[in-house]
């Protein structure tokens, strides 16, 4: 009789479930009443690429990183490295410029309101994030000397390129029709003569003359995680489910009606977990719920979270270690991480901007801009890591050149130094007169 029972309960709850799809009665609980978010909903799977952004506008870059934190965090985590190196202008021999130079002026403060630091963590900012950054140079009127550099948002800024072939052009001004920026409800045509394009590294825009963001690629572990982020916080405010009449297990217990399903439901809506809510639904009826989701650690939303993480940091050139994560890093595993971080990724992305500073601030051929990274603690370790295997390495080369097992140009080569015309020879121990033999350095150089 309980098995015929609970039979007959799950069968009702059924013919609740039908009956809702059937006539509508089922009542879908959105916040502020909208419908069901694209996020939510079981559309056509036909449809799936419209729940992810296309990453190919400055727009949807834009949100990318706006609702994705790991994607901002790890660009600016990028950008702050980059801004740890010493910046300095040096000429053709290397040789630092004074500090009291106009255009070292300039590095320093290259604006009112930014540092040095400020604006190249903004300048790498913008060039990871949207493929390229634009950079007004300020004249004073009549002189040809730059006295001001400002980072424009690519996102405002506006290009109308040419309808033209662009192999036969020397310059990108050559290429450009129009760039206007927008500055509220105001749009500004810029001269495009005092511009500057940073420029990164991968290929070019299909839109333009441009390369192409770095998050192009990303756009569904991007999707996943904004995904992620709004269904937790969906499900956190209200879940999902079925609220039914539990009476109709009673025959002679009167059903809800339409009015009443409507009341409740409007009800139902000022209830829930979050600030300004109801925490308790009061009427005569005899309601139960049911839960119409997976329970929350059944659906692995952190795991899911890890995975399109390390999969951006990938990407974008940030080891995963260095992002606070779950199971934890060894500090030998950090330190590792972060040496790979500039000697793979910072220091080729510093040499490549080093070139356009220069070309920016029209230094010609007698002067450069360079990043150093010598200063950088675990670079230093890494270098005295270095240099101790160097050692060891010469010290296994000399005792195989002494013991005859390579040639004196076999050994130099090993050293990465230059070899000698009569060096393929063996190692020739001089014996002097008393008949003893000499093994010191200088005599195996002669």
């Known amino acids: 009789m309980k098995r ?36 939510y909903s079981f559309g056509n799977l036909s449809d799936a690429n419209t729940f992810y952004l296309t990453l190919d506008s400055n727009s949807d870059i834009y949100k990318a990183l706006t609702e994705c934190p790991q994607v901002s965090t790890v660009i600016l985590r990028k950008a702050q490295a980059y801004a740890n190196g010493r910046i300095s202008l040096v000429n053709t021999q290397g040789t630092p410029i004074g500090r009291n130079d106009s255009l070292n002026k300039l590095l ?70 129009e760039v206007t920026f927008k500055n509220g409800n105001e749009t500004i045509k810029l001269n495009k003569a005092d511009l500057y394009f940073f420029t990164d590294t991968t290929g070019l825009n299909e839109q333009g003359f441009l390369p192409c963001s770095r998050l192009s690629a990303l756009k569904y572990p991007i999707g996943n995680l904004i995904k992620n982020y709004k269904s937790r916080g969906r499900m956190i405010e209200k879940p999902y489910g079925i609220l039914s009449n539990q009476a109709r297990d009673n025959a002679y217990a009167p059903t809800l009606d339409e009015q009443e399903r409507e009341r409740l439901y409007q009800e139902f809506n000022q209830y829930g977990t979050s600030d300004g809510k109801k925490d308790v639904i009061i009427t005569d009826t005899a309601l139960n719920w049911q839960m119409m989701m997976y329970p929350v650690e059944q659906m692995q939303f952190l795991d899911m979270q890890d995975s399109d993480t390390q999969v951006i940091c990938d990407k974008l050139g940030y080891p995963h270690d260095l992002l606070g994560n779950r199971k934890g890093t060894t500090f030998n595993n950090k330190e590792q991480s972060i040496v790979s971080l500039y000697t793979e990724h910072t220091i080729p992305d510093a040499i490549n901007i080093d070139q356009q500073y220069s ?59 230059d070899t000698k015309p009569e060096g393929d020879k063996y190692f020739e121990p001089i014996k002097p007169e008393n008949g003893s033999t000499n093994t010191t350095i200088g005599a195996a150089q002669n």
């Not at 930014?114 to 009549?142: E, H, W």
């Not at 072939?165 to 990108?172: A, L, R, S």
């Open 108 to 177: 320093r403060t290259p604006n009112i309101i930014q540092s040095d630091n400020q604006f190249r963590t903004q300048l790498y900012f913008y060039m990871i994030a949207y493929g390229f950054c634009p950079v007004l140079k300020i004249r004073p009127s009549g002189m040809s000397d730059i006295k001001g550099l400002w980072i424009l948002p690519p996102n405002l800024v506006t290009i109308k390129w040419i309808k033209t072939i662009p192999f036969f052009k020397t310059d990108i001004n050559d290429l450009i029709e």
């Open 4 to 39: 015929l029972k609970q039979s007959r309960n799950f069968l009702l709850k059924l013919g609740d479930a039908l009956d809702a799809f059937k006539g509508g009665a089922l009542k879908t609980f959105t916040p502020n009443g909208g419908n069901i978010p694209q996020f």
């Open 359 to 417: 070309e920016c601030l029209e230094l010609g051929d007698l002067r450069s801009v360079i990043t150093s990274f010598e200063h950088i603690t675990a670079l230093q370790a890494d270098q005295k890591t270095s240099e101790e295997a160097k050692k060891i390495r010469s010290e296994w080369v000399w005792m195989s050149y002494t013991q005859g097992g390579l040639t004196m140009n076999q050994a130099l080569a090993l050293l990465e130094l």
